[in-house]
């Protein structure tokens, strides 16, 4: 069976757009991971950039899995 597992960088609307393809695709997310979650005293994390997605993946049929994230604003922009 034919596997696809595409990874999609956002400039901080990875959330608005995975909730959008879970209306389409429908399931549950299999991971939501914000910025903050990963932040510790030696790498902290700017108050802009703590609730956008470090990670976030959506199954989409029976073997495949849409993923993406937020691009930190350091790293620039993306899909412009």
Do not use: C, W
Not at 4 to 16: L, Q, S, V
Not at 38 to 61: C, N, V
């Amino acid at each position: 069976m034919a596997q696809i597992n595409p990874y999609i960088h956002f400039n901080g609307n990875a959330e608005e757009a995975f909730t959008f393809y879970k209306s389409v695709f429908g399931g549950e997310f299999a991971m939501r991971v914000r910025f903050k979650d990963m932040a510790t005293p030696e790498q902290p994390i700017s108050e802009s950039e703590a609730d956008k997605m470090m990670h976030i993946a959506l199954p989409i049929g029976k073997s495949s899995v849409l993923m993406g994230s937020d691009t930190p604003e350091l790293m620039g922009k993306h899909n412009l």
